[in-house]
């Protein structure tokens, strides 16, 4: 389908059918902290708030296809046990993810689909539509240009891009070109919003570039190769806290954690799973009381290795980090950017 | 959330399992026999592991420690260490488990045919190294030279009691065993597990060598092993690690790009040995 | 199955943390039919000494405590400090720890009871302890999960991670972008976040996870608590806790 035409005072109708539709999910303000605006996924009650010239939100729309919490089946002991599958199904719509979120989301589809498909985590992006739409604004932390995720061409349903006086739509499934029929106004391109829509992209791709990598990203894994004994792993590791979030708000972070909660009644209950995170101190403590990654320096380390070369090797074909920098910007000591370890690693290198 | 009855099968649901034995083996270890409610065989390999759950209490990885057999039932010996291994203390015969799996790699059955092979068990590793003896003795013809070296703590800890009755006075396999604190009744061998290695003879051309034990124990035996002239392709081993899904999900339990809940828990040791985390 | 008896006993503290177990309403009728109450002064009269689980609130401020508290243990199966005056000791000062002039009491305070002839203590410092329920107040959530998993005769997993992760969950705004400062990096989990949700900060209520990293908190607190008015009290709210917590 050829690219179409919102025009701006048609936005709020297209939102609001959406919203008479589907659970309509969107980028919201949620207060102001001495940065700036802190945006959120939530649920869109009224046109006007939802936000699309955000920068980066502060939680990425993960949580949609795989719940900071969910239940995996329901249960019931007793002389006959039985268990009852929970079957996630509710159709959504989630209004504005931007280009690098969107690569993000086409990477864990990569990861839940791989050897045995994760139901779950299939079952809600089954039924959810995304409409992606390119920054107008880069995080302070952002470098996902120089991770190759300013545009993406694949991984949405919709793509909207700001030409300034109205919306350009690219379609890139047939759920999306059904929403477009049956909820919005739209005029097809005329080829000068065309063409404005090319320069607009590459205008993008060039606010990206202030921060990034000093060497192309196909080279992480190579030199993460040579960079397993580096002193900055320990030098950095000290700082850290164990806290967690550069896992918990990183859009291709997936790991978790599994148990069994019961109700009062001792019978009936949920096995659920979690987010968890390879920073934490337990992530892999046994039983039996040994850790096989009791420190620090192991546990940072491993995250960069697993987003710069084992998931490359092994699913992705591709660095698992897509530069949004939520876990630079939320990091208290400031030791999980991405760019700055790789790029002093780099240095060290040469 | 709707929650819908169980249509097709989800890999996180377990089927059932119903005890039909089980057996004291220590102190905190038993053994439990087992088979698939709805009659099927487990279809597992030696060194195969299943998700072992209890509804409310949670699920832990556990080694099939029988070999596939002609009946369809299965074994499993527990150690009593923290929720569920203690709750599966409490059950009794005819109570019901959940059972995922069976999971990763096996022990190389078919590789070793014609082979001699040299089992080094430490404490517990007998657990899921025991599948693989058994399923070697039971066609004993088809393999070389067997020798089996066991080390425990102190004697309590000794595990599967008349089965090593058996091996000590069979001549179609050697047996040494060890402890590293005897009690006053102890006779046999004294120290740490590679204290037997002086007593063995291998023909490094033909031998394989497969450890299991806990993860101190490795580092010394391959040593010793690789001291004999058993090359790092001919030394397999089973890793233990932390797991949550065994579907190469959680994340738990990796070692470097290495899954151990499906490219583990069996390893040849070629494929391991410059992996920072494993060992 | 015969019904688990439970008693819950009170030493010097507010009796907030029982209140929050009054307070379970629709949950505490069914904790009431899963068990059998034997003694609970905060709800009821008349007393056993036949119980298998004790909840015990409080620190243990007197010597005589130290007998009630031993014999409590000889009868318990299970004995269950209940909140952060049982599981840390002398936090009970920390009520209305949002006013400087209390925080600073505590921190002072925790050294004043040096010259005392008996300092507070934690209820560990005299018996063994079963499980900790961490907290001022409880968490009336964990406190049914630590309830469920004794039914079930679980070890309850009370979290070893830190109150960030459940606050990243909860998608709430870090206080530190906010110009507030914070202990949940080191503070052991489980209570929710509840006090970032509410649109307060994490003073560390719950103690400290096992390994925390008190130097690298330190730093990040001196770099966004420059200019902070009252980074010192912070500062001392946070060493005397560490303190407390050894
Ligand atoms: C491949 C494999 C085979 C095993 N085979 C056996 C066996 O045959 N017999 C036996 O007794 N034990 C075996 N273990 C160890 C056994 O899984 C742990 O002892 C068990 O998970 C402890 O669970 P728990 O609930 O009793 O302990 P808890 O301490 O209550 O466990 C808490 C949680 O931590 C996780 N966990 C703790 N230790 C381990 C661990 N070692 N591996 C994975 N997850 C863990 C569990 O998922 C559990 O939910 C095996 C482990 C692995 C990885
Ligand atoms: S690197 Fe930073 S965000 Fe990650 S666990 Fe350490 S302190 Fe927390
Ligand atoms: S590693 Fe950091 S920058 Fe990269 S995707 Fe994750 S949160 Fe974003
Ligand atoms: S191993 Fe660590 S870095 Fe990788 S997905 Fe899991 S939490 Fe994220
Ligand atoms: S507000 Fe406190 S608990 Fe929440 S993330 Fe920030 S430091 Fe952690
Ligand atoms: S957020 Fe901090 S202070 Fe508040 S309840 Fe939790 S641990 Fe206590
Ligand atoms: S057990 Fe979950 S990834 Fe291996």
């Known amino acids: ?350 | 959330m709707k929650y819908q009855p169980l249509a097709d099968i989800s890999p996180y649901l377990p089927q059932w399992a119903e005890i039909s034995r089980i057996q004291k083996l220590t102190e905190s270890e038993r053994l439990f026999e087992m088979h698939l409610a709805d009659g099927e065989p487990l279809g597992h390999k030696p060194g195969q592991f299943i998700e072992l759950s209890l509804l409310g209490i949670g699920e832990a990885p556990i080694s099939i420690s029988s070999p596939p057999g002609v009946e369809n039932s299965f074994e499993l010996a527990v150690r009593k260490v923290g929720n569920l291994t203690s709750a599966m203390h409490r059950l009794k015969v005819g109570d019901r488990v959940g059972i995922r799996g069976p999971f990763g790699t096996h022990f190389p059955v078919d590789e070793t045919q014609g082979k001699d092979i040299l089992f080094v068990a430490g404490g517990i590793g007998l657990v899921p190294l025991r599948s693989f003896i058994k399923f070697v003795l039971e066609h004993r013809r088809d393999y070389g030279e067997v020798t089996i070296l066991f080390g425990a703590r102190n004697p309590s800890e000794q595990l599967f009691l008349d089965e090593l009755e058996d091996w000590r006075r069979r001549d179609d396999l050697r047996y040494l065993e060890s402890v590293d604190r005897p009690d006053p009744n102890w006779t046999g061998h004294v120290g740490v597990i590679t204290t037997l290695f002086p007593y063995i003879h291998v023909d490094p051309s033909k031998t394989y060598c497969v450890v299991v034990g806990p993860p101190v124990m490795y580092r010394f035996v391959i040593v010793e092993a690789k001291a004999k002239g058993i090359p790092d392709t001919h030394i397999f081993l089973s890793l233990e690690r932390r797991m949550k899904c065994g579907l190469g999900k959680c994340g738990h339990c990796q070692i470097n790009h290495l899954y151990v809940c499906q490219d583990g828990p069996v390893f040849r040791y070629s494929d391991i040995f410059d992996l920072e985390e494993a060992l | 199955m015969e019904k688990a008896k439970v008693a819950f006993f009170d030493f010097a503290s507010c009796e907030g943390d029982q209140l929050q177990v009054i307070n379970l309403e629709e949950d505490l009728l069914k904790v009431v039919e899963a068990v059998e109450i034997v003694s609970f002064r905060e709800a009821m009269k008349g007393h056993s000494d036949d119980y298998d689980i004790a909840f015990v609130e409080g620190s243990v401020t007197r010597r005589s405590d130290e007998a009630r508290l031993k014999e409590i243990r000889k009868n318990a199966k299970v004995l269950v400090a209940l909140g952060a005056c049982a599981t840390l000791g002398g936090v009970n000062l920390l009520k209305n720890f949002q006013e400087a002039e209390n925080v600073r009491k505590f921190v002072y305070g925790d050294k004043a009871f040096q010259y005392e002839t008996y300092p507070a203590r934690p209820l560990k410092a005299v018996v063994p302890v079963d499980i900790d329920i961490h907290g001022c107040p409880i968490n009336r959530h964990e406190f049914v999960m630590v309830f469920k998993s004794l039914l079930l005769g679980k070890k309850p997993e009370i979290p070893n991670y830190p109150v960030c992760v459940e606050c990243k969950m909860a998608e709430s705004i870090c206080v530190f972008e906010m110009g507030m400062t914070c202990l949940g990096p080191v503070t052991r989990a489980g209570c929710g976040a509840c006090c970032v949700t509410e649109g307060s900060y994490c003073w560390g209520c719950r103690g400290l996870v096992d390994n925390p990293n008190a130097d690298s908190q330190r730093e990040v607190l001196a770099k966004y608590g420059l200019g902070l008015r009252d980074i010192l009290n912070k500062f001392r709210l946070y060493s005397g806790f560490s303190e407390v917590a050894q």
């Open chain 1, 1 to 350: 389908m050829a690219l179409q035409i919102i025009e701006k005072s048609d936005l709020a109708f297209f939102v609001q059918n959406l919203m008479d539709h589907f659970q309509l999910e969107g980028v919201q303000s949620k207060g102001q902290s001495v940065y700036g605006q802190a945006f959120f996924y939530g649920t869109i009650r009224s046109p006007a708030e939802l936000c699309l010239d955000f920068d980066c939100t502060v939680m990425p729309p993960k949580k949609y296809f795989l719940p900071p919490q969910e239940a995996l089946f329901r249960f019931q002991t007793g002389p006959s046990p039985a268990c009852f599958e929970c079957r996630p199904n509710k159709p959504l719509v989630i209004f504005g993810i931007h280009p690098y979120d969107l690569k993000a989301i086409s990477q864990m589809d990569r990861v839940f689909a791989a050897g045995t498909p994760d139901p779950h985590y299939l079952a809600r992006r089954e039924a959810t539509i995304l409409i992606g739409i390119d920054p107008t604004h880069v995080a302070p932390r952002s470098f996902w240009a120089s991770m190759e995720a300013a545009v993406v061409s694949s991984g949405f349903d919709l793509m909207m891009t700001d030409l300034g006086a109205n919306y350009i739509v690219e379609t890139g499934s047939e759920k999306g070109k059904a929403l477009l029929g049956d909820y919005a106004k739209v005029r097809p391109a005329t080829s000068d919003e065309v063409r404005q829509r090319v320069s607009q992209r590459s205008h993008i791709a060039d606010m990206g570039q202030k921060r990034g990598l000093t060497f192309p990203k196909r080279e992480i894994p190579i030199l993460l190769q040579h960079s397993l004994t580096s002193p900055l792993w320990e030098e950095n590791a000290t700082k850290c806290l164990s806290c967690g979030t550069c896992n918990l708000v990183c859009p291709t972070c997936y790991c978790f954690d599994v148990w069994d909660d019961m109700e009062l009644n001792l019978t009936q209950g949920q096995r659920l799973r979690r987010w968890d995170g390879c920073l934490l101190s337990d992530f892999a403590r046994v039983a039996t009381g040994e850790n096989f990654r009791g420190t620090r320096t192991s546990r940072y380390r491993h995250r960069f290795y697993r987003k710069g070369q084992y998931l490359f090797f092994g699913i992705l074909d591709d660095v698992a980090c897509v530069g949004c920098g939520r876990c630079a910007a939320f990091c208290l000591p400031d030791i999980a950017d991405p760019v700055e370890v790789f790029n002093r690693l780099k240095e060290k290198l040469n």
